[in-house]
């Protein structure tokens, strides 16, 4: 069975300001990893994801995740919030196999403060 | 490329009315995924398609939920009846290899 852990349903940053939103996985077999974001009233969008290359991994938007096996983790940053990354975000695990089924973490509000 | 189409986008019933939801996945995916999101959750799997067939609808209530994909292609997702905690959005997703697209959802409010 895997699982997704995202510590802070909401996290509040300055504009400027560094982004860090936390999650944490666990899995019998290795991961794929990815992080989505929500806008409200619209579907999930796909940012970055990890299936076994690189473990630094970059995305859209600025946004980018390093896959730590020994931490079973995987982070999401950006240096610099901007104003339009207000927003939901989810990470989510499948083991690649058995149609690539996602579970997802609980999500993140993230909100930024002009 | 056209993304995954869902429709309607906004439903809202009575408990015990039925009601449907169609999903349009992208073309060329043979994968298809229902997926319902409470308020506040992630969103949590209901029933996977590969093709026509069924892979996994373990999580789906099948008392009251059902699901097909006739043809391989389009998708629809029937509640009947309808429960005041079934209240969440419907999402649809669809793949071709590992990674899913999600299509806008439908968002579902039973009073």
């Known amino acids: 069975a895997q699982s997704v852990t995202q510590l802070g349903s909401h996290v509040s940053v300055s504009e400027g300001a560094l982004v860090l939103l936390r999650c944490n996985y666990s899995?019998?077999?290795?991961?794929?990893l990815f992080w989505y974001v929500q806008y409200p009233n619209q579907g999930l969008q796909l940012l970055l994801k990890y299936t076994s290359a690189a473990t630094l991994v970059k995305g859209i938007n600025g946004f980018e995740a390093e896959f730590k096996k020994s931490e079973t983790s995987f982070h999401l940053t950006k240096p610099s919030a901007h104003m339009s990354d207000a927003a939901e975000y989810f990470c989510?695990?499948?083991?690649?196999?058995?149609?690539?089924?996602?579970?997802f973490g609980g999500g993140t509000r993230l909100m930024v403060k002009p | 490329e056209a993304g995954v189409a869902q429709s309607p986008r906004y439903k809202i019933i009575e408990k015990r009315q039925s009601v449907a939801f169609w999903c349009n996945p992208i073309?060329?995916?043979?994968?298809l995924y229902w997926y319902q999101q409470i308020l506040g959750q992630g969103p949590k799997l209901l029933i996977q398609?590969?093709?026509?067939?069924?892979?996994?609808d373990s999580q789906l209530p099948k008392d009251r939920f059902s699901a097909e994909r006739l043809k391989g292609v389009d998708s629809t997702l029937k509640i009947q009846p309808a429960k005041l905690e079934d209240s969440a959005v419907y999402l649809c997703a669809s793949s071709l290899k590992d990674t899913q697209y999600f299509g806008p959802g439908t968002r579902l409010t039973v009073l």
């Open positions: 989510a695990v499948s083991d690649g196999n058995a149609g690539n089924m996602l579970t």
């Open positions: 073309s060329g995916h043979a994968t």
């Open positions: 398609f590969q093709n026509n067939g069924v892979v996994d």
């Open positions: 899995s019998s077999v290795p991961p794929y």
